[in-house]
């Protein structure tokens, strides 16, 4: 009986430390996303996280992640509620590099712009599709 106390213990343990790794990893998704907050047409704007996951590819509102941007760069809605073409934070993903000192971005224009100068280098990220809606209003 003791040893299947200690086995039972064991299995506890080890489903725990899975869930740890589970939800740890959910919250640097999270983070990923703005941290309840990211950047929509100069603005910052609500977001409802953690996000949810799609299928990768299937992402429809375009989403930037600036992976080398200066310290206060959150990630980039290109379109939100009120846009033409929106679906509710449907996320396809992009990253964008900058080739250059960075600067903070704050719109799918500034992404655009940035990509015109040859500043930045945006790449889709398929597999880092996620769903995740924002508000309309502003937090700062």
Known sequence: MHRSRIVRSALAAAAGAG???TLGSQAAFARDAGVGELYFNGHIVGTVVP????????????FFKVTNGVSNQLGIAGVGPGSPGFNG??????????NVSPYL???????AAAQAKGDVTVTRQAAQDFRCPITSTAVV
């Open 89 to 98: 934070g449907d996320w396809e993903v992009f990253t964008v590099t900058f």
């Open 105 to 111: 971005l704050t719109s799918g224009a500034d992404v």
């Open 51 to 62: 996000p949810a996951h799609v299928d990768p590819g299937t992402g429809r509102d375009p």
């Open 19 to 21: 869930l740890l790794v």
